[in-house]
């Protein structure tokens, strides 16, 4: 009773650990010329002229079951059972063979052991519930005993006895996702928010280039990035957390409106030599500096505001600018009205204007206007108003209009009266010679650039490959902001193009791709791709072969799954709790 408690508490535990796969047997030929049993009788059960009088109508069993030496005659099937349908067979020499070949596939759903027992049984079709009933019914009997790990490749067989032949195959594979030795190891390649890799052949998750972790949704930053100040997103990036800048993240951001300062950590401002304040914009000696205060003003430095001014008696003012106004201040009979905050002013009696009344207002009856000038009486005496080329307090002067030096590209200036001429230099006409007759007359283009004559007539440079600049004088570096990733470099060809120069294992523009992964063209016939870190592998049907499962190996080939040996005989199946139930009861059981 404690055996059998013990052997439950272990099928339990075991069960927890689950594969997934299928165990695939392909019938390849049926070798029955004579109609024979494997006891030499006939299937017909009659001789005409000493040979069987009519073939075997014969089907298969195929049995697999846990490794055993000894195969009974009615084993347990424990890892499935699956039936095939009868066939017939034709006494001619050219039809003793099958015309097809049967593929069996037996899933499972537990951990693979490695070591099997396989048991494959030609029986003679005399009732569909009975022919398997007696051991005088078996045409022939096929035992494999075999230790195979997956994915394996076909393992080719064949069984006799006396003229009965029969050639099979099998192997053992892992369902799509499933990995390992038992197909217990489940990995599925992603390139998501889950993650971004592929699988070895074991399994095991291999990240994607710029990616890493225990899922690979780490991305793998620029080798520059400071990861205490930067991090990424994005496979070789660099983006830098708050108070952080630069490239590689490493130059901290100082305080908002800090003018004259700079930080050692994000926020801060030290003020440079000669500056002060909370934002470094107060002059630590801005009096010796600048000298601000005027009228015999005194400058003292102010944290706060850089200076105050200490203005002298009869001033006031930031900058001491203002003068205050007394009347001993006010000539020619002027009035002092104010006060001495700044706002004072002197009221000049007629005839007289200015801060002090010190200037005399004069009349047209005083002054004569030159050049036609034309004289006005205003607000501070008579003024004259000159004629267009003439320029003076009395229109004493005529205005030189090549002052300016109006005429361009070398020309020479005659003056006039209220005009100039240009005398132009040869490729230049215009009023200030500023039309070029030629616009490339006289440029150079550097580096092997030529002159370009613009829509808008101006001259232009024509760069080669490779250079830059107003006149092509300076050299493009291509590779400057080129990255090539996972280890390539760059490099400048011929036609000064760039190219990467990829690693053995990576290709693409910039060497962003690994050598090999699947595709929905990988494989072909309804193969399956598996992926194995740089290079995949296809597991085909058993109808093809190839290393794209592009061939036909047979020439007609039908399934026979688990489900219809289900409907064959629904007795046989035997699920993955019973199954280990009567693998250790073997154990436990002495026999």
């Known amino acids: 009773m404690g055996g059998i408690y013990v052997g439950l508490t272990l099928m339990l535990t075991f069960n927890m650990v689950v594969g997934t796969g299928r165990f695939e047997v392909s019938i390849l030929a049926l070798f029955n010329e004579s109609g024979q049993m494997s006891d030499g009788n006939c299937c017909s059960k009659s001789r005409d002229n000493g040979s069987c009088s009519s073939p075997c109508h014969t089907f298969f069993a195929v049995c697999l079951q846990h490794y055993s030496v000894d195969i009974p005659e009615f084993p347990r099937c424990t890892y499935g059972r699956v039936v095939t349908p009868i066939f017939n067979f034709s006494m001619s020499n050219d039809s003793t063979v099958t015309k097809k070949k049967y593929l069996v596939k037996i899933p499972f759903q537990f951990s693979w052991p490695e070591t099997f027992s396989l048991v494959i049984d030609a029986w003679r079709n005399i009732h569909p519930d009975f022919s398997t009933k007696g051991v005088s019914n078996r045409v022939l009997r096929a035992v494999a005993t075999d230790k195979l790990n997956p994915p394996s490749q076909w393992v080719k067989r064949k069984a006799k006895a006396y003229d009965i032949e029969i050639d099979y195959k099998y192997r053992v594979i892992c369902d799509e996702f499933y990995y390992s030795d038992t197909c217990e190891q489940i990995c599925r390649h992603r390139n998501d928010n889950f993650g971004h890799y592929v699988c070895d052949e074991t399994g095991s998750k291999v990240c994607l280039p710029g990616w890493q972790g225990e899922f690979c949704q780490e991305a793998v930053c620029t080798e520059k ?278 690693l053995n294992g990576f290709h693409g523009d910039f060497c962003e791709l690994s050598v090999q992964s699947c595709t929905s063209s990988s494989c072909q016939n309804g193969g399956i791709c598996k992926q194995y870190g740089n290079h995949t592998r296809c597991i085909c049907p058993s109808k093809f072969i190839g290393e794209k499962c592009e061939s036909s190996d047979i020439d007609l080939e039908e399934e026979i799954s688990g489900s219809y040996a289900q409907n064959l005989c629904a007795k046989c199946q035997v699920n993955v709790f019973w199954t280990i139930l009567f693998i250790l009861l073997d154990f436990l059981i002495p026999p």
């Not at 700044?342 to 004069?362: L, W």
């Not at 002052?403 to 590209?409: D, I, L, V, Y």
């Not at 490339?440 to 440079?461: L, M, Q, S, V």
């Open 225 to 502: 990035c400071n990861s205490s100040r930067g991090y990424c997103e994005n496979p070789f990036e660099c983006r830098c957390f708050l108070g952080w800048t630069g490239e590689s993240c490493d130059k901290c951001i100082p305080n908002p409106g800090c003018v004259n300062g700079f930080c050692y950590e994000p926020w801060q401002c030290i003020c440079r030599s000669g500056w002060a304040g909370r934002y470094c914009d107060i002059v630590q000696h801005y009096c010796t500096n600048h000298q601000p205060c005027r009228n015999g003003g005194t400058c003292l430095n102010d944290a706060k505001n850089n200076f105050t001014c200490l203005c002298s008696t009869g001033y006031t003012g930031r900058t001491c600018e203002n003068e205050v106004c007394f009347d001993i201040h006010c000539q020619n009979g002027g009035k002092c009205q104010g006060t001495s905050k700044g706002d004072a002013k002197c009221v000049c009696p007629e005839g007289f204007y200015g801060q002090h009344c010190q200037h005399i207002k004069s009349s047209c009856k005083d002054i004569t206007c030159a050049n036609s000038g034309t004289c006005s009486d205003g607000k501070y005496g008579a003024y004259c108003s000159c004629l267009a080329g003439f320029e003076g307090k009395y229109c004493e002067s005529e205005i030189d209009e090549c002052r300016s030096n109006p005429c361009a590209n070398g020309g020479t200036c005659l003056d006039g009266v209220n005009d100039f001429i240009c005398r132009c230099k040869e490729n230049y006409m215009g009023k200030t010679c500023g039309i070029i007759m030629d616009p490339c007359y006289g440029i150079k283009c550097f580096n092997g650039g030529r002159c370009h004559i613009t829509a808008g007539f101006r001259a232009h440079c024509i760069c080669p490959r490779g250079f830059s600049g107003k006149r092509c004088e300076s050299k493009i570096n291509v590779c400057k902001n080129i990255i090539c990733r996972n280890g390539g470099s760059c490099m400048k060809s011929d036609t000064g193009d760039y190219s990467c120069i990829c």
